[in-house]
């Protein structure tokens, strides 16, 4: 079954007709190289990903859709890497050489080119899934739980990698934000945590620190389901149990509401960081 995207043209339309706890989930967008503890100058394979369990595969995204593709070293500059993807090859979609030792940061950033068409009730049960609380009370206050919804939406995916051994004095990029619209910033670089410990992080949604987002913690070799899910405090905090290995997906949602006049409804951001241990 499918719906015609009702908004004018000059954005890519999709439409969307999920399960609220399924398909829903498959907006879960993020980088997974090969490996995420390299030795410098080892060249690694990369992927795309998008969705969980059942509805988990490379994303179809094309190239022109990334704005932004650049990775973060310890020497505080940051190299461009969009020229190393290539999308959709049997292999991966891109490779990347990490020249010296030291922790490292990819950061992707997609455009708002995407659109999608939900109906009243899918929309409705993807907003509580994704405890976007806010734009569910603001569909009940304005009398449209019923109203289909249109929505443009961009993503914005982070991966922690090291290079050779740990070093406390090559890590800064991790813990700062980036200035993405949407981002997950973690207070510690997980790769310097006794496993004991907890991972404190802060989302940030605008510049700003954001109260109320759902964060999902999920093992993606065991990904049907999150192992945790905290909302973010006052003050955009949330904490999630250190694992001691495997590989792992922190990611959270947030909608806002465009103006009248605007080809979609809401404007969703989908945000994202992995990082892996041996």
């Known amino acids: 079954m499918s719906r015609h995207c009702p908004r004018p043209v000059g954005r890519f339309c999709v439409s969307m007709l999920m399960l609220a706890t399924g398909t829903v989930r498959a907006h879960d967008f993020w980088v997974q190289p090969q490996a995420f503890l390299v030795q410098p100058v080892q060249a690694t394979s990369l992927t795309l990903q998008v969705g969980h369990g059942p509805y988990r595969q490379r994303s179809p995204i094309a190239l022109q859709r990334i704005a932004r593709f650049q990775a973060f070293g310890p020497s505080d500059q940051h190299v461009d890497l969009r020229g190393t993807l290539h999308l959709g090859d049997g292999i991966g979609d891109g490779d990347i ?8 940061l990819l950061a992707l950033e997609t455009d708002n080119r995407a659109q999608s068409h939900l109906p009243s ?18 569909r009940r206050r304005e009398g449209r739980m019923d109203v289909d919804e249109t929505e443009i939406y961009s993503r914005h995916a982070k991966a922690i990698m090291q290079a050779g051994p740990f070093n406390a004095a090559a890590q ?3 813990t700062t934000p980036l200035g993405f619209t949407l981002e997950i910033v973690p207070d510690i670089n997980p790769y310097a945590l006794p496993r004991s410990r907890t991972l404190p992080v802060r989302v940030f949604y605008r ?11 999920t093992n993606l070799d065991h990904d049907d389901a999150p192992v945790e899910i905290h909302v973010t405090d006052a003050a955009g905090r949330a904490s999630f149990a250190m694992p001691a290995s495997g590989r792992w997906l922190l990611n959270t949602i947030w909608i806002r509401a465009l103006p009248t006049n605007a080809e979609a409804d809401y404007e969703t951001d989908f945000s994202s960081l992995s990082f892996g241990f041996l």
Not at 97 to 104: D, R, V
Not at 121 to 138: H, I, K, M, Q, S
């Open 121 to 138: 009730l899918r929309f409705n049960d993807y907003l509580t899934v994704e405890g976007l609380t806010p734009a569910l009370e603001r």
């Open 97 to 104: 050489t990490l020249p010296h030792a030291g922790t490292y």
């Open 172 to 174: 800064a990029s991790v």
């Open 207 to 217: 510049g700003h620190a954001l109260p109320g987002a759902t964060v999902k913690f």
